[in-house]
């Protein structure tokens, strides 16, 4: 999964505030700013095939009024009860927090 920021070849880097789950393809950012604002448009490869497809846009926009609530801090966790794993190869968990 990744994700195009505007238009091509504008690709959204992971950082501090911006992560994309693998498991999922979902893109969070963190802290929105003005500089977030735009369209986005997830892209999904098959690493077999080559072929891509593309979502429709999904704009970004900032609410003015603040209004977006409160959250409660929690963990978003989707782990398969057991991970088995062959020595010498790598193992991806995805984890991340949110809320306030």
């Excluded at 209004?67 to 984890?95: L, Q, S």
Aim: glycine share 6%.
């Amino acid at each position: 999964y990744s994700w195009v920021f505007n238009e091509f070849p504008s690709f959204v880097a992971e950082d501090s505030r911006r992560f994309i789950s693998q498991e999922t393809g979902n893109l969070y950012i963190s802290n929105v700013q003005t500089s977030d604002v735009g369209s986005y448009i997830c892209l999904v490869k098959n690493t077999v095939t080559n072929a891509r497809v593309l979502s429709p846009p999904t704009p970004l926009t900032l609410r003015n009024d603040g209004v977006m609530g409160e959250y409660e801090p929690k963990i978003e966790v989707h782990f398969p009860y057991t991970v088995t794993a062959a020595r010498g190869t790598t193992v991806k968990m995805e984890c991340f927090a949110l809320g306030k």
